[in-house]
């Protein structure tokens, strides 16, 4: 579990107008700083709270009362999930997932710490094996000025990997024959520009309609901007140019998954939030697993951040990401996470055969595979003994995600975390100890 060894809040934090504080983890120190603009009213509250305690005492020099040895270990080793039928395996992977974790992760491309080795302020895991989840568990800081620590429970922003949740959502319209992949969009989302060429939401689902991604300005600011339907998400990018013809090329693109959200909502009579709710996140058992309303009190919700170049931390800044629901606005857990890959192993929410469909490379025009199928990367096994995977990562402001399934071994894993600094991390080590359990 994770320890937390030191917590330091100066008593002049208010009157500076910054929150600073250090703590140490496993015997490394972090530090966080956080402006006025990155506190809301009741954290500030809090703070002062702990100030004032501090002040007088009532606190000792090691900072949040919560924030000890063993409460954080308490708190952790109590809402951890552990199956005793795979506690060797477990052991295992645990070992391997902690030894990871104390390391640290290689900084993301473009991040502060590109290259450098620094960890995230929480992580959560899980797994799960034959279609059941039997490890789950945190490590680290949900909220670090309220020291709160990470449990299975803590829903993190999934970044990208909304885009499965949706592809299960829309193969299940399919199968209801209440929507066509392959008509024109526009028979589902008439006012959307016509582009000169066909664009399908099977071309939509698998990055080749030619909608465009983040232009550099989106890519260079948050957005804060409050959109209250998909359809006036739409007018981000609907009367831009494609960036290729549909179906020549692969182009990722987030905003193409706000198009096949779109043409869910007319074929399934409801909004989009409410549809994956009721139709897909409900059956499913993902009752931890929404969209990220800013304005709602969503009951443990992590808080976002940066990751500095000395490996200390920032306050992520304040994103809406109502503009993009379905491709990359959900909350969720690892535990949500790996429930929802198990069901996309198995025949039973969908069919046999639209699974075999969404997890079938597409190809372009000239017969050249994407590695991509619908809403999944597609990993054939390699000669270094990866074993053949589906898998989607997502990233976005201050926290990311990983689920990976490995089909012939029955083996789902996912992880996330409250910083977007890093992603590909040797995932593979911590799901192993699990392969042999296949039944």
């Known amino acids: 579990m994770v320890q937390v060894d030191s917590l330091s809040t100066p008593q002049h934090a208010l009157i500076a107008g910054v929150h600073r504080g250090c703590y140490t983890v496993r015997n490394r120190s972090h530090c966080y700083e956080a402006g ?30 919560q924030c000890t040895d063993a409460a954080i270990q308490q708190t952790q080793k109590q809402t951890a999930v552990a199956l005793s039928e795979y506690s060797t395996q477990i052991q295992l992977a645990r070992q391997a997932f902690l030894e990871i974790y104390d390391h640290g992760l290689l900084g993301n491309s473009g991040s502060l710490v590109n ?4 960890r995230p302020p929480g992580m959560s895991i899980a797994v799960a094996v034959n279609g059941k989840v039997v490890w789950a568990e945190g490590v680290g800081l949900a909220d670090l000025e309220q020291c709160v620590p990470v449990t299975p429970k803590t829903k993190f922003r999934i970044g990208s990997t ?47 309609g030619g ?12 957005d804060r901007g409050v959109y209250h339907s998909v359809a006036e998400s739409l007018n981000r990018f609907k009367d831009d140019p494609l960036v290729a013809p549909p179906g020549t090329k ?15 909502e007319k074929a399934s009579g409801e909004d989009f939030l409410s549809f994956m709710h009721d139709k897909v996140f409900v059956p499913l058992g993902m009752q931890d697993t929404l969209a990220d309303e800013s304005a ?38 690892a535990e949500d996470l790996a429930r929802f890959g198990s069901a996309m192993l198995k025949a039973g929410f969908l069919k046999e055969g639209t699974l075999a469909m969404i997890f079938s490379p597409q190809k ?46 029955g083996v789902v894993i996912a992880c996330v975390e409250n910083s977007d600094d890093f992603r590909d991390w040797p995932i593979l080590r911590v799901a192993a100890p699990f392969f042999s359990t296949r039944k």
């Open 36 to 65: 006025r603009s990155g506190l809301d009213w009741l954290s500030m509250k809090a703070l002062a709270n702990c100030v004032m305690l501090v002040m007088y005492g009532a606190v000792n020099a090691v900072g949040y009362a």
């Open 296 to 333: 709602k009190i969503i009951p443990y919700r992590a808080r976002w951040y940066n990751v500095m170049a000395d490996g200390s931390y920032r306050n992520s800044d304040y994103e809406d990401l109502s503009y993009k629901w379905a491709g990359g606005g959900f909350l969720s857990t």
């Open 250 to 264: 692969f182009s990722y693109s987030t905003y193409g998954y706000v198009l096949v959200s779109a043409a869910m």
């Open 162 to 208: 909304s885009k499965p949740l949706t592809s299960a959502g829309t193969a299940l319209l399919y199968e209801q024959k209440r929507l066509d992949l392959d008509a024109p969009i526009q028979r589902y989302v008439p006012d959307f520009p016509d582009k000169g060429a066909t664009i399908t939401t099977r071309e939509l689902m698998g990055h080749l």
């Open 115 to 118: 290259n450098k080795v620094a």
């Open 211 to 222: 909608i465009r991604h983040y232009n550099a300005d989106e890519g260079s600011k948050p």
């Open 364 to 409: 372009t025009n000239s017969s050249k595979s994407t590695h991509y199928g619908l809403g999944w990367f597609i990993h054939a096994a390699d000669s270094h003994g990866t074993p053949r995977q589906f898998e989607h990562s997502g990233g976005v402001a201050g926290s990311s995600s990983w689920l990976v399934l490995y089909p012939d071994q």
